[in-house]
């Protein structure tokens, strides 16, 4: 039975211009995983990380061979600036973002409709008139699926560490689950920094499965405002 672990990133820099790189609060988030980790006893076979800088922070600092990881960028996050910057000329540059918002009387609320709203479109663009963007919603959609199915097929009976984001995992829960994939920001909504979401290969059939989504205790019992969402 292949078991693989996928594992948010800690939180990143959403309020700076680089969005990637872990912010202190995401470099803390990152060391409890460490005990997370330690107290599952997990002892990886494969450990394995999108290209994105905050994918390799978190393993970094969560666990001490993170250097023998593989790096598979098909786990990396949906380009959500180029996807804010075609909905919304506003949204175009993260300052420009941060302006708009500002002078919203709820920016959090704001944000999360028009972060929703962008994301529809950018799911309801055919395939044909998607070169705004620079991946298309069926393009994430195959590259994060396959990369699922590669993984649990290359290393069956092994125990696998995905270090990734938000989408791919929430997109992942909702193919599992037999959920309409194009509500995958549904889920994605609500999983927390560091949280980690099991899927395991049972039966000589190797089906796929969800076996836990979003854990997080160990930031309930540390602190519990080290749960974060961006």
Known sequence: ???????????ASFSADDYDQLSDTGIEQAKLLNQAIT?????????VTGSMLRH?????YSLPNSNLAQQDDRWNEYDHQNILAVYKKEFSTPQL?????RKQANPTAAFQQHFIAAI??????????SDRYTESWDAFKNRVISALKHY?????????????????????????????????IRVNWTLVNGGITKVIA???????????????????????????YT
Do not use: C
């Not at 078991?3 to 948010?8: A, E, P, Q, V």
């Open 56 to 60: 390799k922070q978190t393993a970094q």
């Open 39 to 47: 107290t599952k006893q997990l002892q990886p076979d494969v450990i």
């Open 152 to 184: 649990a097929e290359q290393y069956q009976g092994q125990t696998i560490l995905i270090y990734s984001s938000g989408g791919p995992i929430s997109l992942v829960a909702s193919y599992l689950q037999g959920l309409p994939l194009t509500q995958f």
């Open 1 to 11: 039975m292949a078991k693989i672990y996928l594992i948010r990133h800690g939180q």
């Open 202 to 228: 049972r039966g000589e059939a190797k089906k796929l499965m969800l076996s836990t989504l979003n854990e997080h205790n160990i930031f309930e019992q540390h602190n519990k405002k080290l749960i974060t």
């Open 97 to 101: 973002m941060r302006e708009f918002l």
């Open 120 to 129: 529809e479109q950018w799911i309801s663009t055919p395939e044909s008139e």
